[in-house]
């Protein structure tokens, strides 16, 4: 079953950061998928981050996410990348990458990122 495995969450200080990783779980990443980060904080709807082509390499995110995240991806190792700068308490939460691509693929696990004041 193909599937994201992010990883790369854990448990940091406000004003530091983490790289999140996103790679697919019985397959690899192909031209047409576009990879979207999400994420979910406790009591709240999951919100999307930004996404990238995984061909292009075509970069958005949501404007309340411009700034302080960077997501990028590498396609040889194909491997998404998500950098997570300046982190504040609120942004702790579940962050996912999400395949899209004309086949449904499933969520994944997410990686827990956890920012204590």
């Given at each position: 079953q ?5 990883s ?7 004003g530091?950061?983490?790289?999140l990783s996103c790679?697919?779980?019985?397959g ?7 990879v979207?980060?999400y ?7 999951r919100e999307v981050i930004g ?6 390499g075509?970069?958005?995110?949501a404007?309340s996410?411009r ?14 990348w ?15 990458c999400n ?6 693929v499933?969520?994944g ?8 004041s």
């Open positions: 193909v599937q994201p495995a992010e790369g969450g854990g448990v940091v200080q406000a530091d950061s983490l790289t790679s697919v779980s019985g690899t990443f192909v031209g047409d998928d576009m979207a980060w994420r979910q904080a406790p009591g709240k709807e996404t990238i082509t995984w061909d292009a075509s970069r958005h995110y404007d996410m700034g302080r995240f960077t997501n990028y991806r590498n396609y040889h190792e194909n491997r998404a998500l950098d997570l700068n300046g982190l504040k308490p609120w942004d702790t939460a579940i962050y996912y395949i899209q691509r004309s086949s449904v499933d969520w696990q997410g990686a827990q990122v956890t920012v204590s």
